[in-house]
């Protein structure tokens, strides 16, 4: 059983910074991609940051240069750094792992951008 609990949402001013964290735990083995989706009201699911297992990075346009993903391989841990955060940012945050043997998805974290 693979689980993975995430951490770090919550209600931020516009411009404001916040850190995303997620673990995974179980039996998994071998991942590849671990990475961190967002779903808004009334949207579809978008990825925001991927990284690969070599540490290569890739992010949705509209957060380069505000947000940093990064991973911990020892520690099956990926986390993402998000800054000058915008109301349009306002979504259900997902952890994402991609692993030899299956795609696993956190519980979802809510991230409100707001004044």
């Known amino acids: 059983q693979v689980q993975l609990v995430e951490s770090g949402g919550g209600l931020v001013q516009p411009g404001g910074s916040l850190r995303l964290s997620c673990a995974a735990s179980?039996?998994?083995?071998?991942?590849?991609?671990m990475g961190w989706y967002r779903q808004a009201p009334g949207k579809q699911r978008e990825l925001v940051a991927v990284?690969?297992?070599?540490?290569?990075?890739n992010y949705a346009d509209s957060v380069k240069a505000r947000f940093t993903i990064s991973r911990d391989n020892a520690k099956n841990t990926v986390s993402l750094q998000m800054n000058s955060l915008k109301p349009e940012d306002t979504a259900v945050y997902y952890c994402?792992?991609?692993?030899?043997?299956?795609?696993?998805w956190g519980q979802g974290t809510q991230v409100t951008v707001s004044t």
């Open positions: 994402n792992v991609c692993a030899r043997v299956g795609i696993y």
């Open positions: 179980g039996s998994i083995v071998s991942i590849n991609t």
């Open positions: 990284v690969g297992s070599g540490g290569s990075t």
